[in-house]
Each structure stands twice: as structure tokens, then as C-alpha cells.
């Protein structure tokens, strides 16, 4: 169970995603194209230029890692020390701060810990097809023998379906009466219900109960066939082919059977996620062979190395087989599978609602109603969504005729709105059975801690001290964003939401300061964000799921042995050395007073503490950047002088009578976040005197997204600090985080930048 306030964040692109921008987008505005006629300077911010200045050196090494392939031990082992490289570049450059991860907070919940996927990435851990959920609130003591259960079948090598099976029989045997639904509270409607054109995590965590892929993870975190029945892979690690299984149908939100799932329905698929361009496309540019050509352009569909074979690898229209060409080996393509962007679509039914390929490819098309509603698509997964009421409720049903039906013991899963504006009601709704469980915010922790009841034990004590647990902190990264070349001042949607309080000399001056990387690390530094997190969910675990990277320390290790370059001195890292190592080195060689990786409760971390604040060392880095701003002419975002009332060109002059103006929008009307927009405005102007942190309320979360999250370019983004975005891993490599900062990943919007 997840903290109520954090859980529907989103994936940039999302983001956190994933929000709605798109490799096109990013691409189209860095420059004039050789066909266009030229755009005067006044109307043209040099995207290109301010990330060359800010993100150049990270995107070298980036890119210097990303060519290494992982053909084997040896290349994975040193692309990954590479990867660490940049990613302590990355941090350095201060384009953002690291806030937190989802979970270690404490919650409540019926829901039965181990029995779905907890894999780090992809979207599996948002299946519940196979979880058990009581009737009876867990008790904390039973959940830590499941966990211990769950070590002990991890040695042993016990299958999920054991596991599972055996969890069963134990929370039987104490009393607990296992139900066949879950209900639990969301506070944004899904945008689409088209996965494949889609990167917001409000829309997938959705669908992902609606459709299978290739593959998928089970509760042991092990990745098992799916809609494919067996694969193989080539000597060489290039060609990944797999037969579909003959079982599996397409059916309509009727439950009426439509078609077979074919392997051409991963091929249809494959293409109509790079048509839409829905910001997923770039995670398989330069992993598919021929997919980066077809992005561009310069090559058509039959370039891409996606097709139907028959069991000679030959391409067959009635081929029962998809097989996959890599442009080079990829440790981490398995790890893919369980994502989005390789689940099958039939061709047939997506034509039928206005839909086509490649050139012919017009989502705004007035026929085209492809994944508009969940009328609009065809299922293959555990679940229809067979109610969808904006704002109200989702349900999804199990269908009977679903290939892997025995296998559902959630046969209803519910989905109840909450906009969050009712601080107690998660913790009342859960309490009441209206919902299955909640995270426990600042609010919602005191009524645990004050309201009494009984446990399946007969044991009678407060909510808190019989059912209280932690949650486990997930691979997710928080950041709170840095606009580099703000330009809109109001939310895109409504020019009457968000609106700053900034002059135009304000809003230029704002902008230099965000161009000035000491600038930022004053933010960086200044901020406390042990303080920030505790007005969401308390000072006890306020600091559990602060991060201190982007990518999580531990998210891979080394698995040979490999010396690479640290400043000039070579440095050998034995197999088993942790991605976090490198990157603290790095940091440490360049002399920044940061500490992402650490020894935390016996184990090696990036979270859990705040390496990051350092209010001496804020003070330091504004006084750099004043003094090289200070006097320097002023110019708008688009590189014109800024005159005063004289005709005179205006300096720049900050000091604590005339400080920075930034603006961060935050939802005013919820308790929590309120209270989250007020401690980072004391945390920063408690430090900095040359800083004034302007909070800009609106009303709603929604208004809130339309600052940032929805904006549908870097341009559209109304902030200098944002916090709406979260971003998850899609696979299994440093580069699903690293990615989305590249000039056309999804993250460089929330930078202000293409």
C-alpha cells in the first residue's frame, strides 16, 4: 500500500513519468528545419544551446556509455561504471533536486504483502491479478512472518504458485478470511485507453489490468511467459523470437470474443506505438534495429526489426512466431518485456476505429476513436473495465474466457475517486471497508494512533500499533525540477490559473539565475527536505524515502571486474561494486560536499537520508553566483535587451533587498500539500536572503498538472521549481533513468527546454 498523497505522482514523460510530450516535440524546436523558413530570434528560444551549457558534459558520457554494449560481463560491467560517470555529472549540474521514492511510509491494508509482483521496473507491480487480499486488515506481526516466509521460498527456489498457495493456508489458519476483491482510492482518471500512445503512469497502471505482453513477472520477481508460451534467443544476442500461445483472445468490453491473439498483433503494435510517439518511442531507439531510421523517417516500417516468422525464422503472414532484431546485444531487452511498448494491438480492430500506420498515422482525424473510451479497445488481459465514471469509479472484472483465468484470485478490482482535499477521509474510507487499505499521511497517522478496534487475533489495540507497517521504498525518483528558459507565466490551459507574481524584469532575472548552475546548487543545498516530506507523513519516517540520485544506488552492480578513469586516476571496481559507489566517487573526486551513497540500517543506500542539504555550503554557491551574475546586462528568454523607463539597458543586481523571485505552484486547498509548499519556502528563504519563494496557489490537482505535468512542451511550463513529476524504470539498465534527460527525453521538458 502506498502513501495516499504520493501514489498517483506521475511519470514524466511523464512523467514520472511520463507526461504527454514527444520525441517530435523535443526534436522540433531545438531548431529550424532546412524546409522552414526562418523564425525570427524574438520568438525563438535556443533550447539547444541552453543544454549544451547546462547538460553537455552529462550528455557526452551519456552517450559515450550508452555505445557500450553488453554483449557480456566484461562491456555490462564497464558500461556501467561509464553510466555512473554521467550520472554523477548529472547531479552536479544541480538541474534538479532529488526529493523522494514511493513508500516508506507507514500504511494499513487488507492487501497481503509478497503475493504480486514487487520488480522494480516495468509496470507488473501494478497487477493484481494474482494478490491475495483479507477481509481483516493484516496484522503487523503477521506480515512480518510473510515476509519471512517469502525469504525463506527465495532460498528454497519455491515456485510463485507455492508461495502464493502458502500464504493462503497461513492467514487461514490465523483467522483471516481471504476475498476475491480489492478496492482502493485514485485521484486522476486515465487520459487514454491506449497503452501504446501513451508514457503517464495515470493511464498504464490503468490499462496494464486490461492487457497481456510477451512476458510478465510473478510474485518471486521472476520473469515468466505471458501471451508468449516459449522463446529463444541467438548465440550472437541479437534475434529474440517468440511463439504466441494459441489460447489467448482479443474480446470487447461486452465480453464478446473478437480474435485470436496472432503475432502480428505485436507487430501491428510495435508500429503504431512509434506512429503515435506517446514518449515511449526513444526506449527502444537504438535497442530495435531499424527503429531509430523509422523514427526520423528515413526508413519505413520494413526496416524495423519486427516481424512475424514461422518456425524457419521466415516472414509469414500466418507465422505464429514475433521475432526481434536488436541493433546490438542488451542485457536488460528481457527486462523490457514486461513494459508497455511491447504489448500487441489488433490491426483489424484499430482500422476499424479510424486508425493507420506510418504516414497515414492522425490521432486528431475526426473518425479516428482508437482508445478513446474503454469502448475503444479490444482486451487480453485478466480484466475488462467495465465501469469508467470520470471522477467517480473504475471497475475492471475478470473475464472467464481469459486464457489464464484459473490463475485470477482478485476477481474484481475497484478503483474509488479521492481529489485528496478531505484530509482523513483515506484513513476513514479504509477504516469504514469502503476501501482495502491506505498509506497514512501527517493527518491520518494521529487517528491511527487515537482510534481503537480488534485484530483477527482477538488483540485489541489501536489501528496503528495492530496493523501499522512500513512501506517498501520503490525504485521511483522524485525530483523537484529546475525551469531553465521559462517562458509561460500562467497555466497553457487557462491563462487564469497559476499566474505569477513576477514582473517581466523579475521573470528575466529568474531566468539567469536558473542558467547559473551555482545558482541552483544554492537551491539544491538550501532546501531540507527531511522537513518538506515530514508534512506529508510525519517526522518519524520523513527521511525513509528521500533519495539522493536519480537512479537508485543499488539498482545494478557490477558483474565483473573493471578499471575506468576517475579524474585521471584509474580506478578498479571489483564484480558486485554498486552503481552508487561510483557515482559518490565521482562526486567525491570533484570536490562537492554531497553524499548519495551510504551505509544506512546495516546496508548500503542512496536513500533513507538527506545528503544534499548544506546550508553553509548554499551560502557559499549563492555567493559564486552573484558574483557572476551581478552587473552583467539583462536579456529576456529570448536573448533581447531589457530596457528600463530610460532607454538604458538593465543589470543585473541581486542581493537580499532585490532577491530572485521563484515561483513554485502548489495545490493551496489540500492540507498536505500546503503544508509541503510552505515548509520548502521556509526551508529555502531560512537560508538563502537573495532568494523570495513565491507560492502560487491553485485550487485543484488538476490545475496543479497544468502547470507542468500536462504542459505539452517545455515552453507550456508554468514553474521555476516543480514537484508534480515521478519517474519509475521501464527496464532493467541505468539508461531508463539517464534517458529521459537526454535533448530528447521525456524529462528535458520539465527542464523548460524543447
Same mark, same amino acid.
Given at each position: 500500500m502506498e502513501d495516499i498523497t504520493l501514489k498517483n505522482w506521475k511519470k514524466i514523460g511523464v512523467t514520472a513519468v511520463a507526461a504527454v510530450f514527444t520525441a517530435s516535440m523535443a526534436m522540433g524546436l531545438a531548431g529550424c528545419k532546412p524546409d522552414e523558413p526562418e523564425v525570427p530570434k524574438d520568438t525563438t528560444v535556443e533550447y539547444q544551446d541552453i543544454y549544451d551549457a547546462q547538460l553537455g558534459e552529462f550528455y557526452e558520457l551519456y552517450e559515450k556509455a550508452s555505445q557500450i554494449t553488453s554483449a557480456d560481463p566484461d562491456s555490462l560491467a564497464e558500461r556501467y561504471a561509464e553510466m555512473a560517470i554521467a550520472e554523477a555529472k548529472l547531479l552536479e549540474a544541480s538541474v534538479f533536486a532529488p526529493l523522494t521514492g514511493k513508500g516508506g511510509n507507514y500504511a494499513v491494508s487488507k492487501l497481503v504483502n509478497r503475493t504480486y509482483p514487487y520488480v522494480l521496473w516495468g509496470t507488473d507491480n501494478r497487477k493484481y491479478h494474482q494478490a491475495l487480499v483479507a477481509n481483516e486488515f493484516i496484522a503487523a506481526a503477521d506480515r512480518t512472518h510473510i515476509n519471512e516466509m517469502y525469504n525463506t521460498a527465495l532460498t528454497a527456489g519455491t515456485s510463485a504458485d507455492e508461495f502464493n498457495d502458502s500464504v493462503r493456508a497461513y492467514l487461514t489458519e490465523e483467522g483471516y478470511t481471504i476475498k476475491d476483491s480489492y478496492t482502493f482510492s485514485y485521484n486522476q482518471d486515465p487520459t487514454t485507453w491506449d497503452i501504446l500512445a501513451t508514457s503517464q503512469a495515470v493511464d498504464s497502471e490503468a490499462i496494464v489490468n486490461t492487457i497481456d505482453g510477451l512476458m510478465e513477472y510473478d510474485e518471486m520477481n521472476e520473469l515468466q511467459p505471458a501471451l508468449a508460451d516459449s522463446y529463444t534467443e541467438s548465440e550472437d544476442g541479437l534475434t529474440y523470437t517468440f511463439h504466441i500461445r494459441t489460447d489467448a483472445k482479443w474480446y470487447t468490453r461486452s465480453g464478446e470474443a473478437y480474435a485470436s491473439v496472432t503475432a502480428d498483433d505485436f507487430v501491428a503494435g510495435f508500429q503504431h506505438m512509434l506512429d503515435a510517439q506517446g514518449g515511449l518511442e526513444y526506449l527502444v531507439d537504438g535497442v530495435i534495429?531499424?527503429?531509430?531510421?523509422?523514427?526520423?523517417?528515413?526508413?519505413?516500417?520494413?526496416?524495423?526489426?519486427?516481424?512475424?516468422?514461422?518456425?524457419?525464422?521466415?516472414?509469414?503472414?500466418?507465422?505464429?512466431?514475433?521475432?526481434?532484431?536488436?541493433?546490438?546485444?542488451?542485457?536488460?531487452?528481457?527486462?523490457?518485456?514486461?513494459?508497455?511498448?511491447?504489448?500487441?494491438?489488433?490491426?483489424? *480492430? @484499430? %482500422?476499424?476505429? +479510424?486508425?493507420?500506420?506510418?504516414? !497515414?498515422?492522425? $490521432?486528431?482525424?475526426?473518425? =479516428?476513436?482508437?482508445?478513446?473510451?474503454?469502448?475503444?479497445?479490444?482486451?487480453?488481459?485478466?480484466?475488462?473495465?467495465?465501469?469508467?465514471?470520470?471522477?467517480?469509479?473504475?471497475?475492471?472484472?475478470?473475464?472467464?474466457?481469459?486464457?489464464?483465468?484459473?490463475?485470477?484470485?482478485?476477481?474484481?478490482?475497484?478503483?474509488?475517486?479521492?481529489?485528496?482535499?478531505?484530509?482523513?477521509?483515506?484513513?476513514?474510507?479504509?477504516?469504514?471497508?469502503?476501501?482495502?487499505?491506505?498509506?497514512?499521511?501527517?493527518?491520518?497517522?494521529?487517528?491511527?494512533?487515537?482510534?481503537?478496534?480488534?485484530?483477527?487475533?482477538?488483540?485489541?489495540?489501536? *489501528? @496503528? %500499533?495492530?496493523? +501499522?507497517?512500513?512501506?517498501?521504498? !520503490?525504485?521511483? $525518483?522524485?525530483?523537484?525540477? =529546475?525551469?531553465?528558459?521559462?517562458?509561460?507565466?500562467?497555466?497553457?490551459?487557462?491563462?487564469?490559473?497559476?499566474?505569477?507574481?513576477?514582473?517581466?524584469?523579475?521573470?528575466?532575472?529568474?531566468?539567469?539565475?536558473?542558467?547559473?548552475?551555482?545558482?541552483?546548487?544554492?537551491?539544491?543545498?538550501?532546501?531540507?527536505?527531511?522537513?518538506?516530506?515530514?508534512?506529508?507523513?510525519?517526522?518519524?519516517?520523513?527521511?525513509?524515502?528521500?533519495?539522493?540520485?536519480?537512479?537508485?544506488?543499488?539498482?545494478?552492480?557490477?558483474?565483473?571486474?573493471?578499471?575506468?578513469?576517475?579524474?585521471?586516476?584509474?580506478?578498479?571496481?571489483?564484480?558486485?561494486?554498486?552503481?552508487?559507489?561510483?557515482?559518490?566517487?565521482?562526486?567525491?573526486?570533484?570536490?562537492?560536499?554531497?553524499?548519495?551513497?551510504?551505509?544506512?540500517?546495516?546496508?548500503?543506500?542512496?536513500?533513507?537520508?538527506?545528503?544534499?542539504?548544506?546550508?553553509?555550503?548554499?551560502?557559499?554557491?549563492?555567493?559564486?553566483?552573484?558574483?557572476?551574475?551581478?552587473?552583467?546586462?539583462?536579456?529576456?528568454?529570448?536573448?533581447?535587451?531589457?530596457?528600463?523607463?530610460?532607454?538604458?539597458?538593465?543589470?543585473?543586481?541581486?542581493?537580499?533587498?532585490?532577491?530572485?523571485?521563484?515561483?513554485?505552484?502548489?495545490?493551496?486547498?489540500?492540507?498536505?500539500?500546503?503544508?509541503?509548499?510552505?515548509?520548502?519556502?521556509?526551508?529555502?528563504?531560512?537560508?538563502?536572503?537573495?532568494?523570495?519563494?513565491?507560492?502560487?496557489?491553485?485550487?485543484?490537482?488538476?490545475?496543479?498538472?497544468?502547470?507542468?505535468?500536462?504542459?505539452?512542451?517545455?515552453?507550456?511550463?508554468?514553474?521555476?521549481?516543480?514537484?508534480?513529476?515521478?519517474?519509475?524504470?521501464?527496464y532493467g539498465d541505468p539508461s531508463t533513468y539517464l534517458g529521459t534527460l537526454t535533448p530528447t527525453g521525456f524529462s528535458v521538458k520539465s527542464l523548460g527546454l524543447f
Open positions: 534495429a531499424g527503429a531509430s531510421e523509422y523514427i526520423n523517417g528515413s526508413a519505413g516500417f520494413e526496416e524495423v526489426g519486427v516481424k512475424q516468422v514461422n518456425a524457419s525464422g521466415e516472414e509469414d503472414e500466418n507465422g505464429e512466431y514475433v521475432q526481434y532484431t536488436l541493433e546490438q546485444p542488451a542485457s536488460y531487452f528481457m527486462t523490457m518485456l514486461a513494459y508497455s511498448i511491447f504489448c500487441p494491438m489488433n490491426r483489424q *480492430y @484499430f %482500422e476499424s476505429q +479510424g486508425g493507420a500506420f506510418g504516414a !497515414d498515422y492522425d $490521432a486528431t482525424a475526426s473518425d =479516428y476513436t482508437y482508445g478513446k473510451t474503454p469502448d475503444n479497445i479490444l482486451y487480453c488481459g485478466p480484466y475488462i473495465a467495465t465501469n469508467a465514471t470520470a471522477k467517480s469509479t473504475i471497475v475492471f472484472d475478470s473475464y472467464e474466457g481469459y486464457y489464464n483465468y484459473d490463475h485470477i484470485n482478485l476477481k474484481k478490482i475497484t478503483w474509488l475517486y479521492d481529489d485528496g482535499q478531505n484530509a482523513t477521509k483515506s484513513f476513514t474510507d479504509a477504516v469504514a471497508g469502503t476501501t482495502d487499505g491506505t498509506g497514512l499521511t501527517e493527518n491520518t497517522l494521529v487517528l491511527a494512533k487515537e482510534q481503537t478496534t480488534t485484530d483477527v487475533h482477538g488483540k485489541s489495540g489501536t *489501528y @496503528f %500499533e495492530l496493523f +501499522g507497517y512500513t512501506t517498501q521504498v !520503490d525504485a521511483s $525518483a522524485g525530483t523537484a525540477f =529546475y525551469n531553465l528558459a521559462r517562458v509561460a507565466h500562467a497555466n497553457y490551459n487557462d491563462n487564469t490559473k497559476g499566474v505569477s507574481p513576477k514582473s517581466e524584469v523579475e521573470a528575466a532575472i529568474s531566468n539567469a539565475a536558473m542558467q547559473n548552475v551555482h545558482f541552483r546548487r544554492a537551491l539544491t543545498y538550501a532546501f531540507d527536505r527531511v522537513t518538506w516530506n515530514a508534512a506529508r507523513m510525519g517526522a518519524e519516517l520523513a527521511a525513509n524515502p528521500i533519495i539522493n540520485t536519480y537512479t537508485p544506488g543499488t539498482f545494478v552492480q557490477l558483474p565483473a571486474e573493471v578499471t575506468i578513469d576517475i579524474n585521471g586516476t584509474a580506478t578498479t571496481y571489483p564484480a558486485g561494486t554498486y552503481y552508487g559507489e561510483i557515482v559518490q566517487d565521482q562526486i567525491t573526486a570533484d570536490g562537492l560536499p554531497v553524499t548519495v551513497f551510504k551505509e544506512v540500517n546495516g546496508e548500503m543506500s542512496s536513500t533513507g537520508f538527506d545528503g544534499w542539504y548544506n546550508p553553509e555550503e548554499a551560502k557559499k554557491e549563492m555567493a559564486l553566483a552573484i558574483e557572476e551574475l551581478n552587473g552583467t546586462p539583462l536579456v529576456d528568454v529570448y536573448g533581447n535587451p531589457m530596457m528600463d523607463e530610460n532607454g538604458e539597458q538593465i543589470v543585473i543586481n541581486i542581493s537580499a533587498e532585490n532577491p530572485v523571485q521563484v515561483d513554485h505552484v502548489y495545490v493551496s486547498t489540500v492540507t498536505v500539500w500546503n503544508n509541503m509548499g510552505q515548509a520548502y519556502k521556509q526551508s529555502i528563504e531560512n537560508v538563502l536572503d537573495e532568494v523570495q519563494f513565491n507560492l502560487v496557489g491553485v485550487s485543484s490537482e488538476s490545475d496543479w498538472y497544468y502547470s507542468g505535468y500536462y504542459a505539452p512542451a517545455g515552453k507550456d511550463c508554468n514553474f521555476d521549481i516543480d514537484t508534480t513529476s515521478l519517474w519509475g524504470p521501464d
